[in-house]
């Protein structure tokens, strides 16, 4: 069982930047993703960025150009640098775990979590 907990939310006002962090701890699989998903109110949880073990990124639409994923495996941290900030990316933001490669983006695939940690952008 891998225990995740993510930090570094917070309040920025548009075109500011923030830097989540998700330390995770028990079994790290090998072959792997790790993703950012997030959550806005009202909203379903929707996929961010991932990284496949083999360091591959992938990012969705709304933020490619602007977010960064990132690990440090020394550590057991997943970093997602967030750039040029919108209203519109305001949400929860959730670190993920799979035990598998590939797919990363697929929700129904990840079977571990962290507790989130809030994001707000004013305008």
């Known amino acids: 069982q891998v225990r995740l907990v993510e930090s570094g939310g917070g309040s920025v006002q548009a075109g500011g930047s923030l830097r989540l962090s998700c330390a995770s701890s028990g079994y790290i699989y090998g072959h792997n993703c790790m993703g950012w998903f997030r959550q806005a109110p009202g909203k379903e949880r929707e996929w961010v960025a991932a990284?496949?073990?083999?360091?591959?990124?992938t990012y969705a639409s709304s933020v490619k150009g602007r977010f960064t994923i990132s690990k440090d495996n020394a550590k057991n941290t997943l970093y997602l640098q967030m750039n040029s900030l919108k209203p519109e990316d305001t949400a929860m933001y959730y670190c993920?775990?799979?035990?598998?490669?590939?797919?990363?983006?697929?929700?129904?695939?990840?079977?571990?979590w962290g507790q989130g940690t809030q994001v707000t952008v004013s305008s």
């Open positions: 993920t775990e799979k035990p598998r490669s590939g797919l990363c983006h697929r929700k129904d695939l990840y079977n571990s």
């Open positions: 990284i496949d073990s083999d360091g591959s990124t």
